[in-house]
T-cell receptor, first 112, second 115 residues
Framework: NAGVTQTPKFQVLKTGQSMTLQCAQD?????MYWYRQDPGMGLRLIYY???????DKGEVPNGYNVSRLNKREFSLRLESAAPSQTSVYFC???????????FGNGTRLTVT | QKEVEQDPGPLSVPEGAIVSLNCTYS??????FMWYRQYSRKGPELLMY????GNKEDGRFTAQVDKSSKYISLFIRDSQPSDSATYLC???????????????FGTGTRLTIIP
């Protein structure tokens, strides 16, 4: 089992460019999440999908959009990247909305 | 003041030592407490999961929750170089209509075990 797979692993963008971060899980989990991790800030929730067909804002949603494509896939889109979005982005999934999280290995994004 | 405070370290200890990692919190509604381990350039992985107060043991790892002091600890016995990682605490409220959207993470403590 691959668990939670994120692509790409690394990305460099110029300010104003757009991109989509992809996430897929093969554990038949119902809930999926996008976090960003910054030094001294811990993991902060950007968006989540408690179940297929629903998405909600987390703590830091500004500048991002998400799509729960199906039960397996949850993508994060940056429409107009800003240097403040330089971060490591983690996708996670959980069997139920209160179950422990399983994380992917992250996408390291730099916006110049 | 952050809801969850965690000493960032770094913490270096010799192989075989007992390691104590700690988090304090301010929200008395927190009921579920977790410890995640994160190796360099990897995602966090769940290490321990406890509910309410008391101790939970899993091999060399013991998680301890003191709700009266709003303090949680992770103890690692007989520490190994493979334990070198960043350890994140996380906690959430126990209200039935809330889920992982309320999960709050500490900033992590970087631990190095010296052979």
């Amino acid at each position: 089992n691959a668990g939670v797979t994120q692509t790409p692993k690394f990305q460099v963008l110029k300010t104003g460019q757009s991109m989509t971060l992809q996430c897929a899980q093969d554990m038949n989990h119902n809930s999926m999440y996008w976090y960003r991790q910054d030094p001294g800030m811990g993991l902060r929730l950007i968006y989540y999908s408690a179940s297929e067909g629903t998405t909600d804002k987390g703590e830091v949603p500004n500048g991002y959009n998400v799509s729960r494509l199906n039960k397996r896939e949850f993508s994060l889109r940056l429409e107009s990247a800003a240097p403040s979005q330089t971060s490591v982005y983690f996708c996670a999934s959980s069997e139920a909305f209160r179950s422990p999280l399983h994380f992917g290995n992250g996408t390291r994004l730099t916006v110049t | 003041q952050k809801e969850v405070e965690q000493d960032p370290g770094p913490l270096s200890v010799p192989e075989g030592a007992i390691v104590s990692l700690n988090c304090t919190y301010s929200n008395s509604a927190f009921q579920y407490f977790m410890w995640y381990r994160q190796y360099s350039r990897k995602g966090p992985e769940l290490l321990m999961y406890t509910y309410s107060s008391g101790n939970k043991e899993d091999g060399r790892f013991t998680a301890q929750v003191d709700k009266s002091s709003k303090y949680i600890s992770l103890f690692i016995r007989d520490s190994q170089p493979s334990d070198s990682a960043t350890y994140l605490c996380a906690m959430s409220v126990g209200v039935s209509n809330f889920g992982n959207e309320k999960l709050t993470f500490g900033t992590g403590t970087r631990l190095t075990i010296i052979p």
